[in-house]
């Protein structure tokens, strides 16, 4: 998997910026979206889904990880925002119905998502996120023809 974007990000709001960018990206695919937030904990991987949540209008954005997925929809989007850091084992995703927010117009974030392997779709984007305080390096590798549609749009 080959590094195809490479970012520094020098503050939050950086990351914030950065964030929104990619949802108004996926605003404009019509199939499912799935991206893959990899990285170390604290590393801003739900800062990013946050931003990219709220992006869509949505103000009260809470963390999955005690819940395994938390779903936000309206009359024009719906994202489904995983955190599978507390999965038991990646059958859990099965219970949940994991393959009915890979319908057309869904988008799937996904933190952790080495844990729900098996059960969860292939990435049409990975951004793998470093760094510490308040700067981050981002390294986008996209996977899919729906990733490099994506990976066009942000740079």
């Known amino acids: 998997m080959a590094i195809i974007l490479k970012l520094n990000l020098n503050s939050e709001s950086e990351t914030k910026i950065f964030a929104q960018k990619l949802a108004k990206c996926c605003a404009s695919i019509n199939n499912s979206v799935v991206i893959y937030l990899d990285g170390d904990l604290g590393a801003g991987k739900t800062t990013m889904a946050r931003s990219f949540i709220q992006y869509f209008g949505f103000d009260k954005v809470k963390s999955p990880t ?18 599978c850091y507390r999965l038991s084992d ?3 995703l099965e219970y949940i119905g994991i393959r009915e927010y890979l319908q057309p117009g869904h988008i799937q974030l996904i933190e952790w998502a080495e844990l729900g392997k098996g059960m969860i779709s292939t990435a049409d984007m990975v951004i793998k996120i470093s760094g510490n305080n308040n700067t981050r390096e981002i390294n986008i590798t996209s996977e899919s023809p729906t990733g490099k549609q994506l990976l066009q749009c942000i740079n």
């Open 90 to 92: 990646p059958e859990e």
């Open 66 to 83: 005690y819940s395994l997925v938390e779903s936000y929809q309206n009359t024009s989007i719906n994202i489904h925002h995983f955190d």
